[in-house]
């Protein structure tokens, strides 16, 4: 019989490491393969997807925005505002917002500030609802919205 010659430290080490790493890839790949399957009972369906609303200021104002989602529940809908920002959105900026994952329908109302009062600009409805950006143009007194 053929004696095998004693194996050096370091060898000794990698071959056990590549031994574990082998075990341990297998134990992570098959969760992984497992979630790939179709859902099982027990399991919730993926949620549904939420948007990003923005409103930009392109004018020569200061502008505020208000963004309302229509929520649908026990064949009931409503608008719920989900975001506001009144702090004044400066000139060349802008405020984006998140929507609910269950909104049918998103709103952005856009307000603008005219040197005397604040008045609405425009009110965009985006049905069904999906991401958006809505920017505000002109002056303090021609102003309007593009998206």
């Known amino acids: 019989m053929k ?9 000794l080490r990698n071959a056990m490491i590549r031994g574990c790493a082998l075990l341990l890839g297998a134990a992570i790949l098959a969760p ?7 859902f099982q009972r027990g399991y919730a369906a993926p949620a549904e997807p939420t948007y990003r609303v923005c409103l930009q200021n392109r004018g020569a ?13 026990n064949n009931q809908s ?7 920002y009144d ?3 400066p000139v060349m900026q802008g405020h984006c917002a998140q929507t609910p994952r269950n909104a049918t329908a998103i709103r952005i109302n856009a307000r603008v500030h005219t ?4 008045r609405e600009a425009c009110t965009v409805t ?14 303090t007194l021609n102003n309007h919205c593009s998206q």
């Open 126 to 139: 985006l049905q069904p609802a999906r991401e958006a950006t809505v920017t505000v143009h002109g002056t």
């Open 61 to 73: 104002f200061v502008a505020y925005a208000r963004f309302e989602a229509l929520i649908s529940s």
């Open 32 to 38: 992984a393969a497992a979630s790939a399957q179709s």
């Open 87 to 89: 702090a004044g959105i």
């Open 78 to 84: 409503s608008w719920v505002m989900f975001g506001r």
């Open 3 to 11: 004696e095998r010659p004693m194996p050096r430290p370091g060898q």
């Open 115 to 118: 040197g005397f009062d604040i």
